[in-house]
């Protein structure tokens, strides 16, 4: 009976061993996707392999790859001599600035709007600043993660010059050309069937063909967001009319906040194309530009010292230093960035303001200070 109860005793001390070595096989296996996902806590991994912040990753090649337009005046175009112009691309300018302190170490990759979530979530771009509204469903759905918003805008209704339409009531019946994959079709939907319009979408993956079709007549409305409505009114074909040919109807569709998008899960990547997106409001706001900017380096305002990356007095009896917030860039980052490419009102002035092509006035994008809703978070 002795040798029996040994017997049994040693067979479940074995089945308990053989028990606990298979959760914790199975446990490893299962932190392996919590590993990942850790991994891409710091960052994503990344083409070719690599893993670690984006962050360590563009400054280790020297270089920020930027999912941009080709095809939008005033906010991303591509010359003929294949330099890229507009309010988009000097935000791509302003991250490589702040990332690796060089404004023109930028790759600019031109996507489409239905290739552009693809691209970030393949990790094709390291960051995405391409004419983008901040949705819910992108937050989630898209695994992406907006910054600070570069531009508030809306969604508009442009016809031609010479038609009837003076409100959205007045299209019942007609065609609408509309670019595919964008928010714009979905709010186009839900605002003609809330009110009863019938219409029929006429849908283009890139902007060149449905002018095209705009012209030609095969459509009787070109909804998009308001800005861009603009920066094509502005260089409409001269053998077309010109800008006079064609309107804009006063009534605004939709809220359209447009600004960067990083993959969602890498923070670090994600507060640096933050806070640089919000230096350059900040130095507008403490009215630093590139004509002051050296003048302001010597300011006796502890704010601006801070901001700028200039040592400040810390503590009684201490030495004076640069304050690090601790975002993985040099301390003088926003300096950086107003040399090399300016303040808020400077790109927005020069790209797309009262004195460009598109003559769009500041409006919601005002800095608060003037009843505009950019509101810089406290640089301390």
Not at 116 to 139: C, H, K, P, Y
Not at 154 to 171: K, Y
Not at 236 to 251: K, M
């Amino acid at each position: 009976m002795p040798t029996m109860r040994l017997l049994k005793a040693a067979l479940l001390a074995t089945a308990v061993l053989l028990f606990s070595v298979g959760c914790l096989h199975s446990e490893e296996e299962g932190n392996g996707g919590n590993g990942q996902a850790a991994a891409q806590g710091g960052g994503e991994e990344g083409a070719g392999g690599e893993e670690g912040s984006v962050l360590d990753r563009v400054q280790e090649r020297g270089q920020l790859v930027c999912g941009v337009n080709d095809a939008v005046p005033g906010f991303g175009v591509a010359t003929e001599a294949g330099e890229y112009q507009g309010f988009d691309i000097e935000f791509c300018r302003v991250v490589a600035a702040a990332v690796l302190g060089d404004a023109d170490a930028v790759e600019f990759r031109p996507l489409t709007a239905e290739q552009r979530f693809t691209a970030l979530q393949g990790d094709e771009i390291d960051v995405l600043i391409r004419n983008t509204t901040r949705s819910a469903s992108r937050d989630g759905g898209e695994g992406a993660r907006f910054v600070t918003t570069t531009y508030y805008d809306g969604q508009a209704m442009m016809v031609n010059a010479d038609s009837d339409f003076e409100r959205l009531e007045d299209m019942d019946g007609t065609t609408i050309c509309v670019l595919s994959g964008t928010t714009t079709e979905l709010n186009l939907e839900t605002i003609f069937r809330s009110r009863g319009i019938e219409y029929e979408p006429l849908s283009f993956e890139e902007t060149d063909p449905l002018q095209e079709a705009f012209i030609g007549g095969r459509c009787d409305g070109w909804t998009s967001d308001r800005s861009q409505l603009a920066g094509f009114r502005a260089q409409w074909p001269q053998q077309q009319g010109g800008p006079d040919a064609v309107r804009i109807l006063d009534e605004i569709m939709s809220k359209e906040p447009l600004g960067p998008a990083v993959r969602d899960g890498d923070p670090q990547w994600a507060d640096a194309v933050d806070w640089a997106v919000i230096a350059t409001l900040q130095a507008e706001e403490f009215g630093i530009n590139q004509g002051n900017l050296e003048q302001m380096l010597q300011s006796e305002n502890p704010d601006i010292l801070r901001f700028l990356g200039q040592p400040v007095e810390a503590e009684e009896g201490a030495a004076p230093a640069p304050f690090d917030p601790g975002l993985g860039l040099e301390p003088d980052f926003a300096a950086t960035i107003v040399r090399e490419v300016g303040n808020y009102g400077e790109i927005f002035n020069r790209n797309i303001g009262p004195n460009s092509p598109l003559e769009l006035e500041r409006g919601l994008n005002a800095l608060w200070t003037d009843g505009g809703l950019h509101y810089p978070p406290p640089y301390r």
